[in-house]
């Protein structure tokens, strides 16, 4: 099984401000991630897949990057609605997630 | 616009079979894959299956015997059976369009496995 590994677990920044979230897998995936984002008691978000394409109707603030084993998703200025949990999903081997992470806005 | 909408009990008893069905509003149902995922209380996301337009299936493996996903087109729906849960197993199940990166969710269901 391909593990997902997500950090920060936690991510306290101001609006306005750039956050840079990771996710590793433990053996490359190619471009086959995808970033969701979900907020309490709601459903998961899809926002970014296949690395780098953003999902229909998601702000230019979210990006992705990233191929093989290190990933990586940008909110290039945060604001007040982000705060969520983030998980990355692959679908080269099965699907897995990472184990997500929280971004807070202060 | 499509919307997806999760159905069944939501209390099991355990050893016993969870059944859950996800209904689709709106057109075009027979053109997408569709997925079945779940999340245990305060835990992670974890994949139970998928199912193809054309009613073919595929299962997680460290679930496989366990779970049945299958299609009924003529009631734009498809379900989830899960065998012989356990405490293990209670969560909030969500059905989704699409086999890959799913990419719109129904609102989920908690299904809690005690007797």
């Known amino acids: 099984e391909i593990v997902l590994t997500q950090f920060p677990a936690t991510l306290s920044l101001s609006p306005g401000e750039r956050a840079t979230l990771s996710c590793r897998a433990s053996?490359?995936?190619?471009?086959?991630l995808a970033w969701y984002q979900q907020k309490p008691g709601q459903a998961p978000r899809l926002l970014i897949y296949n690395a780098y394409s953003r999902a229909t109707g998601i702000p230019a603030r979210f990006s992705g990057s990233g191929s093989g084993t290190d990933f990586t998703l940008t909110i290039s200025s945060l604001e007040p609605e982000d705060s969520a949990v983030y998980y990355c999903h692959q679908r080269y081997d099965w699907r897995t997630f990472g184990q997500g992470t929280k971004v807070e806005i202060k | 616009q499509m919307l997806l909408r999760e159905s069944g009990p939501g209390l099991v008893k355990p050893s016993e079979t969870l059944s859950l069905t996800c209904v689709v509003s709106g057109d075009s149902f027979r053109r997408y894959d569709w997925s079945w995922i779940r999340q245990p209380p305060r835990k992670g996301l974890e994949s139970i299956g998928y199912l193809s337009s054309t009613g073919s299936s595929t299962n997680n493996p460290s679930l496989n015997s366990r779970v049945t996903i299958s299609l009924d087109t003529s009631k734009n729906q498809f379900s989830l059976k899960l065998t012989s849960v356990t405490a293990a197993d209670t969560a909030v199940y969500y059905c989704a369009r699409g086999a890959g990166s799913p990419d719109l969710w129904g609102q989920g269901i908690l299904v809690t496995v005690s007797s």
């Open positions: 053996q490359s995936v190619g471009t086959y």
